[in-house]
């Protein structure tokens, strides 16, 4: 049988006095002197629940009058402009099914009251049928279907790259080792080493750290291409912007440089916030109300401004002379740290800032080298709130340059031989960027660990579900 | 500096004689003795190149007559009807400018002309730049984004399930263990077995096999959800329709009974297909001419058609009656094999079949047990051509059920308590699907082996790139 969902009822899709079906969980029951109940129905489809009201001539009232939070319920009723404060449009029950009741309502581990935000992460099964999770998860989808929409319309191809993968040449930091080989029983080789020929794939493979390598393969060819897809590191961080399995958005342009893909990055974040504020101000108003009251404000801040271009080297004037007592030392050559960032960002500019060309000595392989021989065509957004959101560059496309910088950096040309290829066979200018999604969600909800806006997250220790 | 992609210039959004700067690879160059130079342009924006027509009094005309398959350009000039055959638009060099020239191109691996799929899929990362691959690409692009907006405009939320699970509870079938524990010194606890308390998160843990039993509760609370996003399978199956790594996509639907989510599959097909017709002819048209005269067509026939229910007690009688000799006996209890499933869907019906209610003994725990105690409602979509291309049921909703199921099964109730949670705390009938992206990918192209349409494949013994 079809139902209305609440979202639809609530926007007035439906006529006053239109008889509808809704389905859904009870929110909250309260019951009337005067032989009626008013039922919140909820079923995910919006932030708020619908007001049903049960008059006691239902012949199931009994039951009705024994509900309580997360039974669910099927509701036939009328459709009525509400004389109540805080809804404006009400269903009249012509009859109610309970579906399903809650097995002892003290116990239940989601009952109508205010939780920590901890103990919701520990029961992560249950916790998307709270008002916060819920309104994560709706926020979270708008923006990835956003962000494919973004790319989709300028005319970028979703390329998925492996998350299985036999070379660690990105060098990004620790990573799991994907196995099949049995560990109460594992093969040597000849000199003692572990015997990976005997393994699923004939060699050591690790998840991946980053689709970028992978997917330049394809910018070489497609000109405009972009990932969405989890990458992992398995470092021991336990902070609250730290997973071990994350979503990372990673396009790749091809004769594009530095400033080009700086832009669509400004494009993009303004693109996603664009369609929150416009698809999702119901849950955006809770967080402003319950988590952070700037989460709309500063959304809109960044929708209106022009991001601000900054050099790293300039960058390093200003925090020497800003006058401030910086926890670490400030001198060209080192990685700004967060209260840098802070600082120019929130303090100096008010702004988002695209930080840009830093030293080569701190950035990794494969960005572009400028003339100077002493910076690479690397960028950083910074933004008021967050600080570094956004991390992306021009890529070294020229063979010989490149082959330089690994002999530099004591890199071995073999094991970036299908990289080179790139190189060898028509190289173009290209750059690229990479978007953590869930620091993203964590930024426009204000939600300040990233663990609360991934459905089931993984850190050190944790890998329930 | 801004260019245009060829796709836009050959679907006229410029005029005639405008200006234009396009950038891509050199597919062919052809010379007159005329003086001029007939050259094929590549950027990936659609399948066709554009012609491009440099005369020899171009300053750098030595240069651009040495020019070879996959050489990058970037080519200023203006836009003509064309006379030639085969293409409507032209373009009249002003300047053509060499980015980056194809070393040794008598080596060149990806040279133009013919090469068989299994060369391409040793060079998978320079295959892209290949007609077929290029296409796939796109293809495959236009699916996905068909299948998020798809459920986007229909109210679903996208949930990103765990890659990395502790749980083994949907028996799918072989996993892959993911671990940082130093295989040369594995720990080991006080009975001699593995201790993975010491392993990254604190258990054993391995790659998802399917996202169906997380995503449930999301859709206990949400009411409409699906997934999109990596599966893994760690069978030694070489076969043309095995990946270790695959996506899947996987919606699951509250309220719903199996014949809700079977119009919701063939909703799904229909407007996916639709989308590839409408927006990747170019493509369809180059598999039609090259790969499989039928495609076209039979993507046509099932928008067109409705698709058959037939319950599996049925088939059974069709098959036993239908004079054939099959390989594998048919009796009522058996699996049905390709044979069977492509005599009914190809020979018998001539359209998709909604093959429902199989026998419990060959399904999994959580299908729901229908009133003869004997079959389960679960279903799959039997296509022409592919056989099997979905699998779904309505999941068991009733505790008690449930769980004479899991001990008729002899599995654990401990193993499943946040699953059965689900079922005590204000339950729902609620159903969902599976749709193997690679399969639908080779389905609508008509690429053979599953590993031609996934950039790069998974599979025993290799994990290359």
Chains 1, 2 share one sequence.
Not at 56 to 61: D, I, K, R, S, V
Not at 372 to 378: S, Y
Not at 387 to 399: A, D, K, N, P, T
Request: glycine share 6%.
């Amino acid at each position: 049988m079809t139902y209305a969902p609440v979202a639809d009822v609530l926007a007035g899709k439906y006529g006053v006095n239109d008889t509808v079906t809704i389905k859904g969980w009870v929110r909250t029951r309260r019951d009337s002197k005067a032989g009626l109940s008013f039922i919140n129905v909820h079923d995910g489809s919006c932030f708020d629940p619908i007001q049903v009201i049960a008059l006691n001539t239902l012949e199931n009232y009994d039951e009705i009058i024994r509900l309580t939070t997360s039974c669910s319920v099927s509701v036939i009723g009328t459709v009525k402009q509400s004389e109540g404060q805080g809804q404006s449009i009400e269903i009249d029950a012509q009859s109610l099914e309970v579906l399903g009741w809650v097995e002892n309502p003290d116990t239940y581990p989601m009952a109508a009251k205010r939780h920590s935000i901890e103990y919701l992460r520990e029961h992560a099964h249950l916790r998307p049928r709270t008002n916060i999770i819920g309104a994560v998860t709706r926020v979270r989808n708008c923006l990835s279907q956003a962000v494919h929409r973004f790319f989709h319309e300028q005319g970028y191809f979703w390329i998925s790259t492996p998350i299985i993968t036999a070379s660690d040449t990105e060098g990004a930091g620790e990573m799991f080792r994907v196995s099949t080989l049995d560990m109460m029983n594992i093969p040597h080789d000849e000199q003692g080493n572990v015997d990976y020929r005997e393994d699923f794939f004939g060699k050591e493979t690790f998840l991946t750290v980053s689709g970028q390598l992978n997917v330049e393969t394809y910018c070489t060819a497609m000109s405009k291409v972009y990932t969405f897809g989890p990458t992992f590191r398995a470092e021991n961080s336990n902070t609250s912007r730290h997973l071990a399995e994350f979503w990372m958005i990673e396009p790749e342009v091809a004769f594009a440089d530095l400033s080009t893909v700086a832009k669509l990055a400004e494009d993009l974040l303004k693109y996603v916030f664009k369609a929150v504020l416009e698809e999702r101000l119901d849950d955006m108003t809770f967080f402003a109300q319950r988590v952070n009251k700037d989460v709309i404000t500063r959304l809109e801040n960044v929708v209106n401004s022009e991001f601000v271009r900054m050099d790293y080297t300039d960058a390093i004037e200003i925090l020497k002379n800003s006058g401030k007592a910086f926890e670490f030392p400030v001198e060209w050559g080192v990685d700004l740290s967060s209260e840098h960032e802070r600082y120019l960002a929130e303090e100096h500019v008010g702004a988002p800032i695209i930080m840009q060309n830093y030293p080569k000595d701190i950035k990794a392989f494969y960005m572009r080298i400028n003339d100077d021989n002493k910076t690479v065509a690397a960028m950083d957004i910074l933004a008021p709130g967050i600080g570094e959101i956004i991390g992306g560059s021009q890529r070294e496309e020229r063979l010989d340059v490149f082959d330089r910088r690994l002999a530099e950096m004591s890199l071995n040309q073999e094991d970036y031989s299908w990289y080179r290829d790139l190189r060898r066979y028509g190289t173009v200018p290209h750059a690229g960027f990479g978007l953590g999604f869930e620091r993203l969600v964590a930024y426009v909800t204000g939600v300040q660990n990233v663990r609360d806006v991934i459905p089931f997250p993984r850190t050190p220790g944790n890998a329930q579900y």
